[in-house]
């Protein structure tokens, strides 16, 4: 027996890596486009939420970039049950079981520690690596991974490095995210090894200070209607 059949057998009830690439396919197919979040006052985590909502976009990645990312976590599980919330920017396994035990219902990594994506193997929601690189995408590979965030995606390669992954990496899927906007979506969307896209370009900081919600929600909804 090796140490996943091992852990198999202690716990049935987690769920297999094909379960938690078929969570990922289903959440992001749902939302086409996932806004990169970084909330930094909590009187704007619910109207935030809800501008987003409002232009079409109901699965958020809540970041941990700041203190308040667990906060806003909770809150928006508790009090917005229709949006799919997931968190961003954990980096290592105390900030999954964190995530998790906030009611984080999928999490997405900038890149990939061995510890970290063995610890996504385990964890009751799927983890979404982040990778920049074929040895990057191969280390998750064989850890059972086969969707991932490419990020930072533009200086990464861009649409060139997914039309180059797609030879060796048949079955893998992407997320690209970072440097993403209207002006380059459609390109990214395109691609067949591309299952949604991800960003915060609809959540200018401007707009957030002054709490022009109105703006986020145009500019989540314009986003949708380009991949229309
Ligand atoms: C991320 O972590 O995904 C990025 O910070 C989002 O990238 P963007 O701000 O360039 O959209």
New binding site residues.
């Given amino acids: 027996m090796n140490t996943l059949q091992r852990r198999k057998a202690h716990s049935p009830e987690l769920p297999d890596m094909a379960s938690h690439t078929a969570r990922i396919d289903e959440l992001c197919a749902a939302a086409r486009i996932l806004p ?1 979040i970084k909330i930094e006052r909590e009187a704007d985590i619910l109207p935030l939420a809800d501008a987003l909502a409002a232009g079409g976009l109901h699965t958020l ?1 809540i ?1 941990l970039r700041s203190d308040l990312g667990l906060e806003a976590i909770a809150q928006l599980r508790k009090l917005r049950p229709d949006l799919r919330i997931g968190a ?2 954990v980096l290592d396994e105390s900030m999954l079981i964190e995530a998790v035990a906030a009611g984080a219902e999928f999490i997405v990594t ?1 890149g990939g520690t061995q510890a970290l994506l063995e610890a996504g193997r385990e964890s009751p929601v799927p983890l979404l690596p982040g990778v920049s690189s074929a040895s990057e995408i191969m280390l998750g590979y064989n850890l059972g991974y086969r969707r991932f ?1 490419l ?2 995606a533009e200086l990464a390669g861009g649409v060139a490095a997914l039309k180059a992954f797609r030879g060796p990496f048949g079955n893998v899927r992407f997320c690209p ?4 906007n209207p002006g380059n979506l459609q390109q990214y969307m395109q691609q067949p090894n591309v299952m949604c896209v ?4 609809m959540l200018e900081d401007a707009w957030i200070r002054g709490g022009d919600w109105q703006r986020v929600t145009q500019a989540s909804r314009e986003a949708l209607q380009l991949l229309a």
């Avoid at 991800?198 to 370009?201: E, I, L, N, P």
């Fill in positions: 990169v990645e970041t961003g920017t900038p965030k990020f930072p995210t970072g440097g993403l991800g960003g915060s370009w």
